[in-house]
């Protein structure tokens, strides 16, 4: 597959996790990270399908249909407010982890209008 990624030109990099609790025994997860959802639209495995040899289309097949029995595909987004990671982790990407704060701009103050006011009654 590594050849038909590079004749593709398909960059990926993507992190395995087998599931030890609260799925069946053989689940296994796979993440994708990609910077933005243009990325998705790039539609990798179908380029990755069309550079392989008709052998390796036979031998990915195979595997896939005596090892997969279901297949999900979700999207997640990483909230770095919503996340308590150790400072050495967030240092590898200080900008994205630890974001400076947004300026916000001073409201301007509001014009205030004096109404004339009447002292005394009409003659």
Known sequence: L?????????ETHVAAYQVIAGM??????F???MKSLAEYDLRIGPRVREA????Q???ADKMAGESVIASET???AFNPSMS???KEF???DSSFWNPAPEAVAKPKPKKRVVKPTTTGAAQ
């Open 31 to 33: 993440f994708r990270s």
């Open 24 to 29: 069946p025994g053989t689940t296994y997860m």
């Open 90 to 92: 967030t240092a590898r």
């Open 57 to 59: 289309k036979k031998k």
């Open 52 to 55: 392989m040899t008709d052998d």
């Open 2 to 10: 590594n050849a038909a990624r590079e004749k593709a030109k398909a």
């Open 84 to 86: 308590y990671l150790p």
């Open 74 to 76: 979700s999207i997640y």
